[in-house]
């Protein structure tokens, strides 16, 4: 008898212990099949309180494995997608004010547009590095100061696009100018929507 009782506890013990095994390791292949599920979804909803989701969703989607799930990292996402738009706006246009062939009515647009772009790039680098560098204490002063720093790169972008409405420029680079600063300043609208996003979370 004790042989089989001894054969019929280590079979138990063995299917108890595959069992274990086997829970364990599907929970562990399970969360990883869900953590992206999840970040994709974490920016959707983050992404649905602003005031372009889809742009939104298209510009941070890549990102999902950054961000994760963090308030914080998704409104850092969000401006740094927002600064590189507008450099690279910007160089395009440096170059476009130095072109022949141009009126004057239009080189003195670029140029202003140049110059407002770069007050928005110094404001958004500001507000990168100050949430970047930000620890613990001091938060409302933190948030406060880039939602302002914020709020003005979007009231040049806007002031940008203006230079450009109205008749008396060449059509085309008049719409190549500003779908490009349309679309930096819903960038722009979007990371302030994240920030303030992030800033009721905290509180």
């Known amino acids: 008898m004790e042989p ?14 595959l069992f274990t095994t086997c829970s364990i390791f599907c929970s562990i292949s399970a969360a990883r099949d869900l953590a992206p599920k999840t970040n994709t979804e974490f920016i959707k909803t983050s ?3 602003t005031t372009y989701p889809k742009l939104c969703l298209a510009s941070l989607s890549s990102q999902a494995s950054v961000i994760q799930t963090s308030p914080k990292l998704i409104a850092c996402a969000a401006l740094n997608v927002t600064l590189s738009s507008a450099k690279s706006t910007s160089t395009m246009m440096l170059r476009l004010s130095h072109g022949h062939g141009m009126k004057p009515r239009e080189v003195a ?3 202003d547009c140049v110059e407002l772009l ?3 790039v110094d404001e958004l680098q500001r507000s990168i590095s100050k949430m970047v560098n930000f620890r613990s204490s001091g938060f409302e002063l933190m948030i406060s100061d880039v939602q302002t720093w914020v709020s003005a790169a979007l009231t040049d972008e806007g002031t940008c696009s203006d230079g450009f409405a109205g008749n008396g420029l060449n059509g085309n680079l008049k719409t190549v100018v ?3 600063i349309v679309n930096i300043a819903q960038l722009t609208s979007n990371a302030l929507a994240l920030i303030n996003r992030y800033a009721s979370v905290h509180s």
């Open 47 to 49: 992404c649905g309180a």
């Open 118 to 120: 770069s007050d928005s």
């Open 4 to 17: 089989s009782f001894s054969k019929h506890f280590f079979t138990s013990s063995l299917i108890v212990l």
């Open 109 to 111: 647009a670029m140029r």
């Open 178 to 180: 500003r779908g490009r």
